[in-house]
């Protein structure tokens, strides 16, 4: 009997002799520059927070192994790939806050130009341009784009990383191996949790080699390489000192889990808050632009189930269905820290997984693309409005505006006063990097309430600034105030994280600034 070829469905060739449409490349040019245009939006006005403290308070020093060493007493658990990058682009290109924003917005729009790619390569051009549309808006993405910190050149690596071990896999050239073995050692010598990539692709290959233990092995031996280094560098992680910096971490609830999947990976909310689903514009939007990601995405898996072999009209799926990866890297880092979080301790924190929207927005990008061509202009319409409507509502600036906090402070500050504040994390660290003050005009402590209406009823001129405690604590210093027969000013600064400037002190015509007790200051000042 002669056996009937089996028919498998071909993955998407490049049309030889022919480059990409120009079509596409006036649309890629297009994503970019809006891409860039949000990552750019008033990027003057946002101040450096703790972890960009951290990142750069020493990269003056004449030595890189210099100015790491004092980085890594800050940050213990820091890893060297993106710090060396960080200090020659601080010695060799740009020596400026805004600058090092720069590097960061580079690294960003090369991780959209990459989705593009991954996308045109697995499942179309449409497929590419969606997902890196969808990049361009990423609440996560751009709020990371900006951040003097390593986290965008972990997504870039990790989305090399994946690309790479998928065209291995599937085309088997050494060139890819190589690729694939470079992305994955930057990826997890810039951050630990890099490593999470690694399992995914792990139990991938296990599935796709199933029945080739050999070449999982030579896989997992190859990783060896770099990964034995790691383990031996963790092991040298100060413990006291990593729990010291990330003490702020809290278990998570199991809705945060939720938020996570359905609005912070696919673009429409920067974190799991807890008033996700009670704010008005914010809620909404970030409802609606999940929901349709998601119907894409959902879309992308129905139209695969009803394909049939050799159904021209529709995009083809490769033969080493790529699907499985996407599905793998998209659940399986954040499961992963999650269940660590529940049960060892806590590091559930939405930019250590970040990178797990790429292979959603891709999924979607899958679905996007098989659309009937007539409802897609409607579709994407659709989803961009969902998306300005996200970016639209956020409060800017998106960090805490210790810089305008610090200049009010420094303006109208007294002899013998003294500044309070919570924590190192949230306002400490950065306002006294800012502030033009003594250090021992400079109090940080969780008790900073009761220190500071301690001095306010001796009689001392006060200053608190901190993100609002509530009425409560407003109250006490108030009352604090009457008690001492001295008068409270108040100064907020908006934004994503609003600060409140509290100036307590005697009724005075003299005295430095007094005139001038009552002005407010602009975020960007």
Request: charged content about 15%; aromatic content about 12%; some cysteine.
């Amino acid at each position: 009997m002669t056996e009937l070829p089996t028919t498998v469905l071909p993955a998407p060739q490049p049309e030889k002799g022919k480059g990409i449409p120009f079509r596409e490349i006036l649309a890629l040019v297009c994503i970019l520059a809006v891409a860039a245009g949000l990552r750019c939006f008033r990027l003057s006005s946002e101040s450096l927070w703790y972890d960009e403290i951290a990142s750069v308070q020493y990269l003056d020093l004449p030595a890189f192994y210099q100015f790491f060493h004092q980085e890594r007493l800050i940050d213990p658990a820091a890893v060297p790939v993106y710090f060396w990058m960080e200090y020659q682009w601080w010695h060799w290109v740009s020596a400026s806050e805004t600058g090092l924003r720069a590097l960061s917005i580079l690294f960003g729009l090369l991780t959209v130009l990459l989705l593009w790619y991954a996308g045109r390569m697995l499942f179309g051009s449409t497929c590419g341009l969606f997902a890196a549309w969808c990049l361009a808006f990423a609440q996560l993405h751009i709020y990371q784009s900006q951040e003097i910190r390593m986290y965008a050149l972990m997504y870039l690596f990790a989305l090399a990383s994946m690309v790479a071990v998928n065209q291995a896999v599937t085309k088997n050239r050494p060139l890819w191996w190589a690729a694939h073995f470079i992305a994955s050692a930057f990826l997890v010598w810039t951050h630990v949790f890099g490593v999470l990539v690694l399992v995914a692709q792990g139990l991938w290959l296990l599935w796709t080699w199933r029945r080739r233990p050999l070449r999982i092995m030579g896989w997992g031996t190859a990783q060896l390489v770099y990964l034995l280094p790691l383990a031996v560098w963790v092991q040298g992680f100060d413990s006291r000192l990593v729990d010291e910096h990330v003490s702020w971490q809290t278990v998570p609830g199991w809705s945060a889990l939720g938020k996570v999947f359905y609005a912070v990976l696919p673009g429409a909310f920067l974190d799991a808050d807890p008033l996700l689903w009670r704010t008005s514009v914010v809620g909404i939007s970030s409802l609606g632009a999940g929901a349709l990601v998601w119907a894409a995405a959902l879309w992308a898996f129905v139209a695969r189930s009803q394909s049939t072999p050799g159904d021209a009209s529709q995009t083809k799926w490769p033969s080493a269905d790529p699907l499985s990866l996407l599905l793998l890297w998209c659940v399986t880092p954040v499961l992963i820290l999650f269940f660590v979080s529940i049960t060892l301790r806590p590091c559930f924190v939405e930019r250590y997984f970040g990178h797990c929207a790429f292979p959603l927005l891709l999924v979607a990008g899958a679905g996007f693309a098989r659309i009937p061509k007539r409802w897609r202009l409607g579709a994407a319409v659709a989803i961009t409005l969902a998306f300005a409507g996200t970016l639209g509502a956020m409060d800017r600036p998106l960090r805490p505006d210790l810089r305008g906090a610090a200049r009010h402070v420094d303006a109208h500050f007294r002899d013998n006063e003294t500044v309070y504040l919570r924590d190192p994390f949230n306002t400490g660290l950065a306002f006294r990097y800012y502030a033009a003050l003594p250090d021992e005009r400079i109090v940080i402590g969780e008790d900073f309430i009761e220190l500071a209406v301690r001095d306010i009823r001796e009689g001392r001129g006060t200053w608190i600034v901190h993100t609002p405690p509530g009425k409560s604590g407003q109250q006490t210093i108030k009352e604090g105030a009457r008690e001492g027969g001295m008068r409270v000013d108040s100064v907020r600064l908006p934004g994503r994280r609003p600060l409140l400037v509290m100036h307590v002190a005697h009724h005075k015509k003299t005295g430095r600034g007094a005139s001038k007790r009552r002005s407010a200051v602009s975020p960007a000042e």
